[in-house]
């Protein structure tokens, strides 16, 4: 098998699990199973690499509840931590969710129309909001792929950008919880989500599966010539 066939297929085997995992559960082995998924499939870019590979056109389009305005302009004073979210757990719709900041009284915007953007867009776009700090989906995806394959890791030897807000994500960002769960967690579920009920990941998920097929009716072929 070589390279380019073996990263579809890892993509496809990436995607069942993501389905077969569906997102949905807050317990710590299952979350820990989506944030090394969406790392591969997001973070690592094998998604995308796989859409090109098979000359599939643009970037899959992801459909996400985009945070409110109201948090992103907010001067610190009023939140403490938001999340965009979207995820369905048990039924309940978890979206928008905030943490007010010491006495603020503002009563907590609601809910944006789900939007519609392109996987770039969607993991460059900030998934919660820490002391009005954004943290992006793809950084969100980077802190807890580590922090959940590697308890122990020192997020303060990361000085880069990118290893503060990890290290924001593991300090202040950890502190946010409902029913004791990290409010982060409950992201991480929304991006899966959104990523296996893309049309667009689902169409390619398709156009994967005929591809091995193809190449293992080749296989065959070859083998018995």
Excluded: W
Excluded at 48 to 67: E, F, H, N, V, Y
Excluded at 133 to 156: D, H, Q
């Amino acid at each position: 098998m070589d390279t380019a066939t073996g990263l579809i297929t890892d993509v496809l085997v990436d995607l069942n699990s993501l389905k077969k995992n569906g997102s949905e559960s807050v317990e710590p082995i299952s979350v820990n199973d989506v944030s090394q998924l969406t790392y591969r499939l997001l973070v690592t870019g094998n998604l995308q690499k796989a859409q090109t590979l098979l000359r599939m056109p643009g970037s899959p389009q992801i459909k996400t509840c985009p945070l409110h305005q109201s948090y992103l302009s907010d001067p610190g004073k009023n939140y403490a931590f938001a999340l965009a979210g979207g995820a369905i757990i048990n039924g309940t719709r978890i979206a928008g969710v905030s943490i007010p900041n010491g006495r603020s009284t503002l009563t907590p915007p609601s809910v944006p129309k789900v939007a519609t953007t392109p996987l770039a867009t969607f993991l460059n776009s900030p998934g919660v909001i820490i002391n009005r700090v954004p943290v992006s989906r793809r950084e969100l995806i980077r802190y807890m792929a580590t922090k959940l394959g590697n308890p122990e890791f020192n997020f303060l030897l990361d000085e880069s950008y990118s290893g503060r807000l990890q290290l924001l994500l593991d300090s202040e960002g950890a502190r946010h919880r409902l029913n004791d769960t990290p409010l982060a967690h409950f992201e991480l579920l929304s991006i899966g989500q959104a990523i296996i009920n893309s049309p667009d990941v689902n169409r390619l998920a398709r156009r994967i599966e005929k591809f091995i097929n193809r190449t293992n009716i080749s296989t065959a072929e070859l083998t018995r010539e």
